[in-house]
């Protein structure tokens, strides 16, 4: 099984920035990052299948990127303009499963999940 752990989260005005890291305990072969508000839905920020295609969700397309390095089994996320919108727990995820990005974006059907990060992004 492999364990998932988040850093990176915490609080921004309206504009700043944060990076969210992801700390694999092996190797996986899709990842992607998951945000939860409360009283919302669950939704797909970005994945990065094992066929290196990456796909982002709408709602934060355009100001984040999701990234991996390999040989540290971290996956990071740089997020960018933030609103208070933005404000969510979010989480890692991995998959084995070999899809496009694609399909994780529109299932977010992932395998393992972290614990989670909490962003807050205030006005």
């Known amino acids: 099984e492999v364990q998932l752990v988040e850093s990176g989260g915490g609080s921004v005005l309206t504009g700043g920035s944060l990076r969210l890291s992801c700390v694999a305990s092996?190797?996986?072969?899709?990842m992607g990052w998951v945000r939860q508000a409360p009283a919302k839905e669950r939704e797909v920020v970005a994945a990065?299948?094992?066929?290196?295609?990456?796909g982002y969700g709408d709602s934060m397309k355009g100001r984040v990127t999701i990234s991996k390095d390999n040989a540290k089994n971290t996956l990071f996320l740089q997020m960018n303009s933030l609103e208070p919108e933005d404000t969510a727990m979010y989480y890692c995820a991995a998959s084995e499963t070999r899809l496009k990005a694609a399909y994780f974006v529109n299932s977010g059907n992932f395998d393992y999940w972290g614990q989670g990060t909490q962003v807050t992004v205030s006005s």
């Open positions: 990065l299948a094992s066929d290196g295609t990456i």
């Open positions: 092996s190797s996986t072969f899709s």
